[in-house]
C-alpha cells in the first residue's frame, strides 16, 4: 500500500437550492485547502457554477479549485451486461482522472474536496471511485462523508407528501429496473434516471405520479396527479426543459393508492 496519503471530503450538497447545504456541510467546506470539481462540458454549466457559488459563499482561507473533465459515457440503450460493461468503463477512467488530480493537485496535509450533488449514499459514483483508488494501492485516500439532502427528500417536501405510506415499503429504483420491480409488492416506487419516460408505461387508474425536475432552482418543475391523466403534460415539460436548459435533471415517486389514503 502507498503512503501518500490524501485527505478527501465527500460533502453532499443538496439536490440544488444552496440553502439546503447543512451547517455540517458548511463547516466541512471551511475546512478543505482544495475543491475538485467535475465538468460536465458547457450544457451543464449551471452544475459547476453552483459548486463554485457554494466555495465562493462559505470557503475560509486560502483554498483552490481544480476543474476536471469528465470522461465521457456511453448512453446509448443496451442490456444489462453491456450497461454495467459500459458503467465499469466509466469509472476506472474517471478514477484516473481522480487519481491524478490528487496526486498532483494536493500537498503532503491539505485537505481536498468533491461536492457532491444531493447525498454521497444516493445514486453517486465518488465513493465508489474513491474506494477503488484505494483498492489499487497507488494513493492511500482516507475519505470523511458529509451527507446531504437527497432529491427524493427534497422531491417529497415540494410536494408536501410523506415519502411512505402506514406499514408499507418503498423502493428505490433507477429506472431501467422498474419492470423489475413491479406492482405486487404494496410498496411505492421512486424512480431515479429516467432518460426514457418510464412511467409511461405504468398502467392503472389508481396509480398516482409526484414528479419534479430541477429541484430547488429557480428552474424547478412539479406535476402530481394520476399518471394517465398527467403522463403527457410531463412529456411536454420535460422536451421543453431540456431544448432550454440542455440537460434535465428529474425524479419522481410512484403511490399506488389514492391521495386520500396517504395522509
Given at each position: 500500500m502507498s503512503t501518500e496519503q490524501r485527505a478527501i471530503l465527500v460533502i453532499g450538497i443538496g439536490a440544488g437550492d444552496p440553502d439546503q447545504l447543512t451547517l455540517q456541510?458548511?463547516?466541512?467546506?471551511?475546512?478543505?485547502?482544495?475543491?475538485?470539481?467535475?465538468?460536465?462540458?458547457?450544457h451543464k454549466a449551471s452544475l459547476t457554477d453552483l459548486r463554485h457559488r457554494m466555495i465562493e459563499d462559505?470557503?475560509?482561507?486560502?483554498?483552490?479549485v481544480v476543474e476536471v473533465e469528465d470522461p465521457s459515457?456511453?448512453?446509448?440503450?443496451?442490456?444489462?451486461?453491456?450497461y454495467r460493461a459500459a458503467v465499469?468503463?466509466?469509472?476506472?477512467?474517471?478514477?484516473?482522472?481522480?487519481?491524478?488530480?490528487?496526486?498532483e493537485e494536493m500537498a503532503a496535509g491539505e485537505t481536498g474536496a468533491f461536492l457532491v450533488w444531493g447525498d454521497p449514499s444516493l445514486y453517486d459514483?465518488?465513493?465508489?471511485?474513491?474506494?477503488?483508488?484505494?483498492?489499487?494501492?497507488?494513493?492511500?485516500?482516507?475519505?470523511?462523508?458529509?451527507?446531504?439532502?437527497?432529491?427524493?427528500?427534497?422531491?417529497?417536501?415540494?410536494?408536501r407528501i410523506p415519502l411512505n405510506q402506514v406499514g408499507?415499503?418503498?423502493?428505490i429504483t433507477p429506472a431501467?429496473?422498474?419492470a423489475d420491480v413491479g406492482q405486487n409488492d404494496d410498496g411505492d416506487i421512486v424512480v431515479m434516471l429516467d432518460a426514457h419516460e418510464s412511467f409511461t408505461r405504468i398502467a392503472g387508474d389508481d396509480v398516482w405520479i409526484y414528479w419534479g425536475a430541477y429541484l430547488g432552482t429557480p428552474d424547478e418543475l412539479l406535476v402530481a396527479g394520476p399518471v394517465h391523466e398527467v403522463s403527457d403534460r410531463i412529456r411536454q415539460l420535460r422536451a421543453e426543459a431540456r431544448e432550454r436548459h440542455g440537460w434535465i435533471m428529474d425524479t419522481y415517486l410512484l403511490r399506488f393508492t389514492t391521495p386520500t389514503d396517504d395522509r
Amino acid at each position: 500500500m502507498s503512503t501518500e496519503q490524501r485527505a478527501i471530503l465527500v460533502i453532499g450538497i443538496g439536490a440544488g437550492d444552496p440553502d439546503q447545504l447543512t451547517l455540517q456541510a458548511v463547516q466541512a467546506i471551511r475546512r478543505a485547502d482544495v475543491f475538485f470539481i467535475v465538468g460536465k462540458g458547457p450544457h451543464k454549466a449551471s452544475l459547476t457554477d453552483l459548486r463554485h457559488r457554494m466555495i465562493e459563499d462559505h470557503a475560509r482561507g486560502p483554498y483552490r479549485v481544480v476543474e476536471v473533465e469528465d470522461p465521457s459515457r456511453d448512453r446509448r440503450p443496451m442490456d444489462r451486461s453491456d450497461y454495467r460493461a459500459a458503467v465499469r468503463d466509466w469509472r476506472e477512467r474517471r478514477g484516473e482522472v481522480f487519481e491524478k488530480a490528487m496526486r498532483e493537485e494536493m500537498a503532503a496535509g491539505e485537505t481536498g474536496a468533491f461536492l457532491v450533488w444531493g447525498d454521497p449514499s444516493l445514486y453517486d459514483s465518488t465513493l465508489g471511485i474513491l474506494g477503488d483508488i484505494e483498492d489499487r494501492g497507488a494513493l492511500s485516500v482516507s475519505v470523511e462523508v458529509i451527507p446531504g439532502i437527497t432529491s427524493v427528500a427534497s422531491l417529497t417536501a415540494r410536494h408536501r407528501i410523506p415519502l411512505n405510506q402506514v406499514g408499507r415499503p418503498v423502493h428505490i429504483t433507477p429506472a431501467r429496473r422498474l419492470a423489475d420491480v413491479g406492482q405486487n409488492d404494496d410498496g411505492d416506487i421512486v424512480v431515479m434516471l429516467d432518460a426514457h419516460e418510464s412511467f409511461t408505461r405504468i398502467a392503472g387508474d389508481d396509480v398516482w405520479i409526484y414528479w419534479g425536475a430541477y429541484l430547488g432552482t429557480p428552474d424547478e418543475l412539479l406535476v402530481a396527479g394520476p399518471v394517465h391523466e398527467v403522463s403527457d403534460r410531463i412529456r411536454q415539460l420535460r422536451a421543453e426543459a431540456r431544448e432550454r436548459h440542455g440537460w434535465i435533471m428529474d425524479t419522481y415517486l410512484l403511490r399506488f393508492t389514492t391521495p386520500t389514503d396517504d395522509r
